[in-house]
């Protein structure tokens, strides 16, 4: 029995020692594959091929395994605007690429100060006297915007142009708070301060209107001046004024109607598009599918180029999507997620920073952690800079206010300083079902806040109070990063929405410009050279398990993913993000314990990002949240 136990022993021992041999064996491997890259081999001579199967964004969201999983769905591509900027501009001045294919017929949008980047990046290759072409079975604004700025513009026989404009409608809630019986709290500063009027009122103010009508005009002259300046022949006039009779000019044709309209300049389908692009660029070696040609995929084109890091860093840290608290990102801006990248990069000797912020606000506590993040880079005596997107408002401001110099864009939406918060009760909703509440009090904060038997009127002069303090807080931080009085910002404030022209004229921004503007700004404020400094992205780097995650659930090919948008269904997937923003309405509801900066009049992004709770989820230091967190 006792060598019979040794030699299973020693069985069991192989068996155990191969089994961990084999485990990393297997982990070994599948760290490869995660860590594998698209290889700069795959780039070939011809044309740039940007297919953009999803949306234009300032930063890309990580994928969630389990939101895959659970949903069943691929979630839409995300295309960082300044990785297309590079790709582009790295082609404009590399002779193996000399045209660039615009697929659109997936796209689904982006903020217009994005595509305004892409599409000047698109002149700038046009300079090198290289083509641009474009397809797309159906070009809605942000489509036609970069469309625009191609040499041949391409659409399907079944296929179109739809200019729709700016502006839409908001869902109102009070009717519906009303019958349930649920007592919305509302504390507020701001007459402009729009975002609380959707739990307070069934249609929009007259302040609200004339806000949102103004920022709305704004951004729609920008958008025509662009694609004028692009496509001066288009007759946008016409096709916006009376789009029905524009249309039945052409027989209900509206690939016709829009070639009429000098709005594309060739119909054909997919084939004859690639047949095209093959004379210019050459065949395909690899593929001899009818309409192939030579072309390079996005993906290996950004892994053969190299990042300059000579000289000086300069930092940029982005601020993305609404602002939460926590560790919630990338794509969403998790207060301390940022803090966290800002002070690791203390140690860097940064020779400027550089905030690019492109965020509707969100919560009060996580700006002002983030804030204070950036300000201990500024009391290291170096250059502070703010690079506005298409979105800087409230919260997105709160950030910004420690910059020494501010860049916007005329379609920049800015502005929106006020703060509010809401704290729902629910005790007609139980006194129906015969539920009421009783007991005693030791102190008038005893208790409360009790969402299921109502606010005491104490904690409501406190939470209003707070609210006030809060907004003369925002002021003060305004009043001093622009070298004013709180009561000149006050009236510029109260909640109210500008574009970046108005928000020039009223003093909240310095200079016109886009992140290069930024960078160099900050470069030549830390006196440094060109060819002395490289632009260092916190936080920039890839986790290989995202991004190999990203192409499993994504494919390798766009055209495998999903069908090619027509005109209808272009225009009705504009309207997704309203889902999320019905989510997020009623969440801020029902759902929030926070002070908010949160710009509801900031239009839809073209995939809205939900503000996620994460799990790591800091505790905030307000007095509303100290109130909420207290034992019942």
Request: glycine content about 10%; some cysteine.
């Amino acid at each position: 029995m006792s060598f019979a136990g040794k030699v299973w022993r020693l069985l069991v021992g192989i068996k155990d020692g191969l089994a961990l041999l084999f485990l990393l064996l297997f982990f070994a491997l599948l760290y490869a594959a995660l860590s594998a890259r698209p290889s700069p081999a795959q780039v070939h001579d011809g044309a740039l091929l940007l297919a953009l199967d999803g949306s234009v964004v300032e930063e890309a969201t990580e994928i969630n395994p389990l939101d895959v999983l659970m949903s069943g769905s691929v979630p839409p591509g995300e295309y960082p605007v300044n990785d297309l900027v590079r790709a582009i501009d790295a082609a404009a001045g590399d002779d193996r690429i000399t045209a660039i294919s615009l697929d659109l017929s997936r796209f689904t949008g982006g903020g217009q100060v994005h595509l305004q980047q892409i599409g000047e990046a698109l002149d700038r290759f046009r300079a090198r006297k290289k083509k641009v072409l474009a397809f797309s079975a159906a070009y809605i604004d942000p489509s036609l915007q970069l469309a625009a700025h191609a040499d041949e513009i391409w659409v399907d026989p079944l296929g179109g142009v739809a200019i729709r404009g700016p502006g839409g409608n908001n869902l109102y809630y009070a009717g519906l708070i009303e019958k349930l019986k649920i007592k919305a709290h509302i504390f507020r500063v701001g007459t402009y301060k729009s975002a609380v009027e959707p739990y307070l009122r069934n249609d929009m103010s007259p302040e609200a209107r004339e806000d949102r009508l103004a920022l709305d005009t704004a951004l729609w002259e920008e958008w025509k001046a662009d694609v004028t300046r692009a496509r001066p022949a288009a007759r946008l006039t016409q096709v916006t004024q009376d789009p029905v009779a524009w249309l039945a000019a052409s027989q209900g044709d509206l690939a016709r109607a829009s070639k009429a309209a000098g709005l594309v300049d060739r119909i054909g389908d997919r084939v004859a598009y690639g047949q095209r692009l093959a004379q210019l660029v050459g065949e395909d070696a690899y593929d001899d599918l009818p309409g192939a040609y030579a072309h390079t995929e996005l993906e290996p084109w950004l892994a053969s180029l190299a990042h300059d890091k000579s000289g000086k860093a300069i930092g940029v840290v982005t601020i993305a999507g609404e602002i939460v608290d926590g560790d919630a990102g990338p794509g969403v801006a998790g207060g301390d997620r940022i803090a966290d990248l800002l002070d690791e990069a203390l140690a860097d000797d940064l020779a400027a920073l550089v905030v690019r912020v492109d965020s509707p606000g969100g919560s009060v506590t996580a700006s002002e952690e983030i804030r204070r993040a950036i300000l201990r880079h500024k009391a290291k005596h170096i250059p502070i800079v703010v690079s506005m997107a298409n979105v800087a408002a409230s919260g997105g401001y709160w950030v910004s206010t420690p910059a020494d110099r501010i860049f916007a864009e005329p379609a920049t939406i800015t502005g929106s300083i006020g703060v509010f918060a809401i704290i729902p009760t629910f005790e007609g909703m139980l006194a129906q079902w015969g539920v009421t509440g009783d007991g005693v009090r030791t102190t008038p904060l005893s208790g409360q806040p009790d969402m299921l038997t109502g606010l005491t009127p104490e904690v409501e002069a406190m939470v209003q109070q707070l609210i006030e303090d809060n907004y003369a807080r925002f002021l003060g931080l305004v009043a001093k990063a622009r070298g004013k009085n709180p009561a000149e910002i006050d009236a510029i404030a109260q909640g109210r929405v500008w574009d970046g022209g108005k928000a020039r004229q009223v003093g909240l921004v310095d200079q016109y410009g886009g992140l290069d503007d930024a960078l160099a700004w900050a470069a030549k404020a830390a006196k440094l050279a060109d060819g002395q400094w490289h632009a260092k992205f916190l936080g920039s780097q890839e986790d290989p398990f995202h991004a190999m995650l990203g192409r499993l659930v994504r494919g390798e090919d766009a055209a495998a993913r999903s069908a090619a948008l027509d005109p209808v269904a272009a225009l009705t997937a504009q309207q997704q993000g309203l889902a999320t923003r019905l989510t997020g309405d009623l969440g801020r509801l029902l759902g929030s314990n926070r002070v908010q900066a949160f710009c509801l009049a900031c239009p839809l992004q073209p995939i809205a990002q939900a503000p996620a709770a994460t799990a790591s989820m800091k505790a905030d230091s307000s007095l509303l949240a100290w109130l909420a967190r207290l034992p019942g």
